[in-house]
DNA sequence: CACCCTAGTGAGAATGAGTCTCATTCGCAC
DNA sequence: GTGCGAATGAGACTCATTCTCACTAGGGTG
């Protein structure tokens, strides 16, 4: 729970925002690959175009977004393979007030992190915290889930707020 | 930001999970009216209808599940003043997974709380955490709102697993 | 009390994000 | 090359939520 070791955690550790370099986008698609043929899924180029731009993007995005950074992405298709990517793990959807829903790649393939939500414009934005306050949260949470008989899986912390243009603009 | 001091937090503070006794339904009713007013909106017998069938069930529900609560709901009308309540900070909406939004009592008029969200069922519960521990996150994340340009006004917190129904069933 | 005048109501229509259908195409196995 | 299940994509469809609009309620004002 947290920020489980996962296969993609291992070259060029020190880069995270920045879009990936193509080392690490062939580790991206081999981790998924591999995810992929663990549920009897194909790999194809509609689905490698989706990982492609979402760890392009490096921050979660609706799926007009999507659209506008890749070329040629039918609706039914995309969502289709979200969806078959979401449930390999691969990519994880943040529903918000936002009247869409962001994707991003899951946590195993990305460091852990949590999300500034802006509450005017929608838009998400990750962030990093420290793990010994991860660790602590963590301790936390299991300890009030097991009181109400709860089995937990995994934590989502997020900050409300204005974005830089919502607040100046 | 975290567990601002509203004006209902005075009265029999040891309840807090059982339905609310009439004295402090009294008060919830007037700190709504309150700002309610302050809004120039009406307290009118739909709007205290919901407000004490929230306070009632004393966690985040659906409107179908609200309905069921309530008698002779009109589904418009509780749309419109859910969103009013919701601007006027009265309540909170909960944009997850499940395909209808949850809806409970906002944070100045109940203590400050996280939720235990199921994956399977979409269900929701309370979980209060230690304050020291609420302190420690609200800090972190103000620092790292600031290193990004964002301006804060309260997080979210939430453990996904499964609740008891749908771990054991 | 009679009259306004605005906020609120609720039934039904409209919206639109997301899902489903289905005929077609792809890609791996043999 | 052939077979066959998985994948594709255009369009129909679903349904939670929002909008419209004619109507009602209720609180000032004279």
Chains 1, 2 share one sequence.
Do not use: K, W
């Not at 936002?98 to 838009?123: I, N």
């Not at 793990?131 to 409300?160: C, I, K, N, R």
């Amino acid at each position: 729970m947290g920020a489980p070791t996962g296969p993609s955690r291992r070259s060029t550790s020190s880069r995270r925002h920045s879009g990936p370099d193509e080392a690490t986008i062939d580790d991206l698609h081999a981790a998924v690959a591999r995810r992929l043929e663990r549920h009897d899924h194909r790999y194809t180029r509609g689905r490698r175009h989706l990982v492609e731009t979402l760890a392009r993007v490096a921050r979660p995005v609706t799926l007009p977004q999507l659209a506008d950074h890749a070329d040629d992405l039918p609706q039914s298709s995309a969502y289709r393979n979200l969806e078959i990517l979401e449930r390999c793990g691969v990519i994880s959807r943040i529903a918000g007030t936002a009247d869409h829903a962001h994707f991003e790649l899951a946590e195993p393939l990305v460091d852990h992190h949590h999300h500034l939500v802006c509450v005017s414009c929608g838009s998400l934005q990750d962030v990093h915290l420290d793990e010994a306050v991860e660790a602590l949260v963590d301790a936390e949470l299991a300890g009030a889930a097991a009181a109400a008989g709860f089995t937990p899986s995994h934590h989502s912390l997020d900050l409300h707020g204005f974005c830089n243009d919502c607040e100046t603009g």
